[in-house]
């Protein structure tokens, strides 16, 4: 079954989708609280840094460009310094902003979120969300026309704050019935798109309670229960062909008419500052849909996105590389250096610390094991480098490798530790460290520094070396000297 969500993931790639919606910018000043404020009794907080994300419907703009796909992003905000951030930051992402409007009498919507380790202490929002001016709504409208049916979808992320006029979803109503195409509908209010004809609607609990005018909400374990009962109100509430109903760590319901609603599960995780996992929800929920999937499929797809976002801290994206490895893909094996270090450079854009190691390892066994688990620790991204078969053969003789290098990818890729795999011809990986340039590099066994020869090479980019002792006893030598005493 994972090759077959693998396979809808790749083709993200290739697919245009059309985005409309608020626009926000999400600040995130991150620092500690050690003293009492004098004036009165409240936490004094010492910033140590502050960043800036795109939120909102701009944050699933971010997502389904992160996901892989081409995108189109249709938005109103102020002509402030907000907006120009905002700006920058989509761009650092490979967003094309010329459907952004400015408009002066406007203020960009901002989320500025003060936090002192992992506690979030106050939240201050600004910004304009009464409807945009009709000069700006007949310039969307005209961009709505002119992109609806050249797209391979269309994303409403409306957070209600003032893009989403009646004449916009009106003419989005009319394109859609003209020529149907995917249109997922994420939305504070979706009784406003009924007529749309959407494709589906993704509410998260609480609209769905407002939605269905529910007065008893249920408590933590029994909103799945509770909202199972609703499926047919809601495609007729909605209008659509799909309701993924999501409810946070009870998973999420796939409502379609005709079936039985199709329950995905989700895995807890404490993490207080996570945000936007509904954006990112939507938008690979959008992409697996645009590529054909089910809509069991797509829920899938998208609780998995949703759950990467959750590993994460503040609003994040989930990356197509990250979704493919969360399915643990085959395809950890790259042969390619330049793929691989394109692969590496998606990582380090990110933020994150590379780890390489490199050996045989013909018939892993629990030293290998325990080896890989510690060198992961010293990063966040692990490749492994495989000795080729010819390689080995050099190395440890005639009689080696007991299994080839294919064999030994399939085994080394179930490792969770292990992220990324290639192999290598050489004696050394010398080579392949000149391309990709690995922050920490790792050896086992009775090695120094001074004796490595990939050492110099390590350090001479800037890395790290670090040593790590085999366990005792445990080597494929050992195990194939025991094979032959039993024998």
Avoid at 258 to 276: D, L
Avoid at 406 to 430: C, K, N, Q, Y
Wanted: with cysteine.
């Amino acid at each position: 079954m994972n090759s077959d969500y693998l396979a809808i993931i790749n083709r993200f790639t290739s697919l245009n989708i059309l985005v409309i919606g608020d626009a926000m910018l999400d600040v995130y000043l991150d620092g500690s609280a050690n003293r009492i404020c004098r004036e009165a009794p409240v936490p004094i907080v010492d910033i140590k840094d502050i960043k800036t994300v795109p939120g909102g419907a701009a944050n699933t703009a971010v997502n389904l460009a992160q996901l892989g796909a081409q995108v189109d992003y249709i938005s109103v905000v102020g002509c402030d310094h907000e907006a120009g951030m905002l700006k920058d930051a989509l761009i650092s992402h490979g967003l094309d902003i010329s459907s952004i409007m400015c408009d002066h009498t406007r203020r960009t919507i901002t989320k500025q979120r003060v936090t002192a380790g992992r506690q979030l202490l106050v939240r201050f929002d600004t910004g304009t969300t009464e409807a945009i001016c009709e000069n700006h709504e007949a310039r969307i409208i005209g961009i709505l026309k002119e992109k609806f049916h050249e797209v391979d979808a269309v994303v409403i992320s409306d957070y209600g704050y003032g893009i989403m006029t009646d004449n916009v979803i009106g003419i989005l109503g009319v394109l859609q019935h003209e020529k149907e195409n995917v249109v997922v509908i994420d939305a504070k209010s979706l009784d406003k798109y009924r007529r749309v004809g959407a494709t589906a609607a993704k509410p998260n609990y609480q609209e769905l309670v407002t939605l269905l005018a529910i007065t008893e909400p249920a408590t933590g374990g029994h909103r799945s229960e509770q909202i199972k009962s609703y499926g047919q109100r809601l495609l007729e509430k909605t209008g659509t062909r799909y309701v993924a109903a999501t409810m946070d760590i009870e998973g999420a319901l796939l409502f379609q008419h005709g079936r039985e609603p199709y329950r995905t599960f989700s895995k807890p995780v404490e993490n207080s500052k996570a945000a936007g996992a509904g954006d990112t929800y939507a938008s690979a929920l959008t992409l697996a849909l645009a590529s054909g999937a089910s809509i069991e499929a797509a829920g899938e797809i998208a609780k998995c996105a949703a759950a990467v976002i959750l590993q994460k801290s503040g609003t994040a994206t989930c990356t197509q590389n990250e979704l493919n490895h969360y399915f643990g893909s085959g395809s950890k094996y790259v042969q390619d250096w330049q793929e691989l270090k394109s692969q590496i450079d998606t990582f380090r854009r990110e933020g994150k610390r590379i780890v390489f190691t490199n050996g045989c390892f013909d018939l892993l066994h629990s030293g290998h094991v325990a080896y890989l688990e510690q060198a992961a620790d010293l990063g966040d991204v692990l490749v492994l480098a495989l000795n080729a078969d010819a390689s080995m053969k050099r190395l440890k003789g005639e009689n080696r490798p007991i299994n080839n290098l294919h064999e030994r990818i399939r085994v080394l890729s179930g490792l969770e530790s292990v992220a990324l795999v290639t192999s290598f011809d050489e004696d050394t990986p010398i080579r392949l460290l000149n391309i990709i340039h690995p922050d920490v590099y790792v050896k086992g066994g009775d090695y120094t520094v001074e004796s490595l020869p990939e050492a110099p090479v390590v350090q001479g980019y800037g890395g790290k070396v670090e040593i790590m002792h085999f366990v005792q006893d445990r080597s494929t030598t050992h195990i194939i000297t025991r094979i032959k005493q039993i024998a």
